[in-house]
């Protein structure tokens, strides 16, 4: 049996047995944006249904799980996953204008997952350079830029030998990601071990540039966590896009936050902590009330007490 529906705006479509609303539409010429293939696993393709949303068979398992994350109404659909049952079907296309058609179709984005967005477990990375305050104020503005790359050099010299990905830079601080090409024990591996060598790095740097040049020091504090995040691409034009979001992220920031009241340079959460396969010893535990975190958090220390802050107390 064929039955029509109306693409409202576009045109009335023929609708086979045993087709989807998806499926015909294409047939039909209709460009309907379906970014997993019709599949079920993403949105791209939805409708609102605006007539005839009985004559339409019921939500599949995949419709429903999207509907408990997205909150979409009742008569909006899947159109990949729509059967027609009868006549007077009148549906209008949720992604269809030039902008949406940009951002899914004539980007030059190659991995469709990230202009899609998916959800994955990784370990999140953050640094901040301690002490280049007083740097910035004693020093020529070519000398500060200078030395800051040549310290953002080190750290991404040792993030990409580990697999990880810098995502952004603020000021003097950076935030990466590890697991965007592994499984999330040795996402949190690497990114420990990037955290590690960047320690020892920025300690010869020191000895061996910053105190006979420039008679100063810096000191780093890291922190990192593991958790399921949102990766996708902005499309912005910066860098490469790619943005790693989700309230693990803002526990990892918090976590180097708290490296100044801990007094040690490299706080990894418990979580991420027992994940590795060689932890690396912990000088101590300790449970953190972070800002908007109902409950005490438990990290690990792994790292060293700030030579600055001993030096200043033995002064005192």
């Known amino acids: ?118 959800r994955r477990k990784m370990a999140l990375f953050f640094i901040d350079i301690r002490n280049f305050t007083p740097f910035i104020e004693t020093n020529l503005p070519f000398d500060v830029i200078h030395i800051m790359r040549r310290i953002f050099a080190l750290c991404r010299n040792a993030i990409a030998r580990y697999d990880g990905e810098i995502i952004d830079t603020a000021g003097d601080g950076l935030y990466a990601v590890f697991g965007l090409n592994s499984k999330i024990r040795q996402a949190a591996e690497s990114a420990v071990l990037a955290g590690l060598k960047i320690l020892e790095d920025i300690k010869i740097f020191n000895n061996t540039y910053m105190r006979p040049y420039f008679n100063h020091t810096f000191e780093v504090g890291i922190g990192v966590h593991v958790g399921k ?62 800002k908007g975190v109902s409950n005490a958090y438990e990290v690990k220390l792994i790292g060293k007490p700030y030579e600055k802050k001993q030096a200043a107390a033995i002064q005192l």
């Open 1 to 118: 049996m064929t039955c029509h529906v109306n693409f409202k705006g576009e045109k009335v479509v023929p609708v086979e047995e045993g087709q989807t609303l998806l499926q015909a539409s294409l047939a039909a010429g209709i460009p309907h944006y379906h970014a997993c293939g019709g599949k079920g696993q993403c949105t791209t393709c939805r409708v609102l249904v605006l007539e005839g949303e009985e004559q339409l068979t019921a939500p599949t398992i995949y419709e429903r799980a999207i509907k408990n994350v997205k909150k979409f109404p009742d008569n909006v659909r899947l159109a990949c996953q729509s059967f027609v049952k009868g006549e007077s079907v009148v549906v209008h296309r949720l992604i269809r204008d030039e902008t949406d058609r940009y951002i899914f179709i004539d980007s030059n984005e190659a991995n469709t997952t990230t202009v899609m967005g998916e």
């Open 229 to 290: 995040v949102i990766v996708g691409n902005v499309g912005i034009g910066l860098s490469n896009n790619l943005t790693v979001m989700g309230y693990p992220v803002n526990i990892a920031a918090r976590l180097q936050a708290a490296t100044k009241e801990l007094d040690n340079s490299f706080v990894i959460s418990a979580i991420a902590y027992r994940l590795l396969k060689n932890p690396p010893y912990s000088v101590g535990c300790s449970y953190l009330n972070l």
